[in-house]
Nanobody
């Protein structure tokens, strides 16, 4: 599975950006998708997740400002970021879980994939 992100860039505080991540290279089901972010020297942190059924979760730091969504037909996940703050500056990574059915009924394997990252910079 290949994940290709787009939409990062430079924006002033209070502005908005929309990130996109398209998954390709698989005919199996993509379960959860998510966005993480990382600042150099810090651990990668979870920003938001969304299941294949559309259930979402957010980090407390972005609740009310960011919205994650997905288009299952296009295997694409989005992150709408509003009211951006300088502390949102980071490299944002897309994440996807692929489920490959096994030979026994109800069995299968989960594979995790990451995108290459896209830089988001918020100036004060």
């Amino acid at each position: 599975v290949k994940l290709v992100e787009s939409g990062g860039g430079l924006v002033q505080a209070g502005g908005s950006l929309r990130l996109s991540c398209a998954a390709s290279g698989t005919s199996f089901k993509i379960n959860a998708m998510a966005w993480h972010r990382q600042v150099p020297g810090n651990q990668r942190e979870l920003v938001a997740t969304i299941t294949s059924g559309g259930v979402t979760q957010y980090a407390d730091s972005v609740k009310g400002r960011f919205t994650i969504s997905r288009d299952n037909a296009k295997s694409t996940v989005y992150l709408q970021m509003n009211s951006l703050k300088p502390e949102d500056t980071a490299v944002y990574y897309c994440f996807a879980e692929e489920f490959v059915p096994g030979t026994l009924p109800g069995s299968g394997y989960q594979y995790d994939y990451w995108g290459q990252g896209t830089q988001v910079t918020v100036s004060s």
